[in-house]
């Protein structure tokens, strides 16, 4: 009797599942370098609850807002227009804003500041309005902020707060919003095939140093000085 080999071939990844495997890998990534929040001084935790109110409260909305403007595939429009609905409709700077209050982290010029010199970068980044990369970046933002949620509810928890209807809606709605993001990544990237040229992941690192420099101003603070000296 003979035996027949069984093979099974294996389809090499496809431009999509790849770069949302590379995605996931560096919210992952992201994550495992935060900081134990048992660790930190409640000075450190008021700054990363205010620096990323900075960021999120005006910035959020007006990125996917480029996102929208950005894109050319209805399916895109779609999605992202659901997106921006909710966030307009259940007014989530609000939400913010109360989330932030209540754990007396309300942001300061001086964390306004630390954050300013990359917060341009992504700002001037959003107003190139290159769909792939955008929409790319969104589904990092979005995947990145579901995974911060438990993080930042522990921060904000250790300064006394009880105020979590932020971290809870974001904690599960953004895990739709997630998907949504990577089909409208499918629709534009079917749409124009040369976008997968150069570095897609242009937008993805300059929100990744932002967020770097939400959790360890640090870095950011040498960087102003180093500018201001020259
Ligand atoms: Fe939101």
């Not at 409640?42 to 910035?59: F, H």
């Not at 438990?150 to 998907?179: F, N, P, W």
Request: hydrophobic share 45%.
């Amino acid at each position: 009797m003979s035996t027949a080999t069984l093979t099974i071939e294996v389809p090499p990844p496809t431009f999509q599942t790849s770069i949302q495997h590379d995605v996931e890998a560096a919210i992952n990534a992201l994550m495992a370098s935060l900081p134990n929040p048992a660790d930190l001084s409640a000075d450190q935790r008021r700054g990363i609850i205010a620096r990323y109110t900075a960021v999120l409260e005006g910035n959020f909305i007006y990125w996917m807002t480029g996102a929208f403007l950005a894109v050319k595939t209805e399916p895109a429009r779609e999605i992202i227009l659901d997106n921006l609905h909710e966030e307009v409709r259940d007014s989530h700077p609000h939400m913010m804003r109360k989330f932030a209050m209540a754990a007396h982290a309300l942001p300061t010029d001086a964390d306004a500041t630390a954050v300013y010199h990359d917060l341009t970068n992504m700002r001037l980044f959003i107003g190139r309005l290159s769909s792939v990369r955008i929409v790319l970046t969104m589904a990092f933002f979005e995947g990145f902020i579901q995974k911060f949620m438990a993080y930042l509810a522990d921060l904000a928890k250790r300064q006394g707060s009880t105020e979590m209807e932020y971290t809870d809606v974001h904690g599960v709605c953004d895990i739709a919003h997630t998907d949504g993001l990577f089909r409208a990544l499918k629709a534009e990237t079917a749409a124009d095939p040369t976008s997968d040229d150069g570095d897609q992941f242009e937008g993805v690192n300059l929100l990744r140093t932002l967020i770097q420099t939400i959790v360890h101003p640090a870095g950011a603070e040498k960087t102003l000085a180093k500018s201001a000296a020259n």
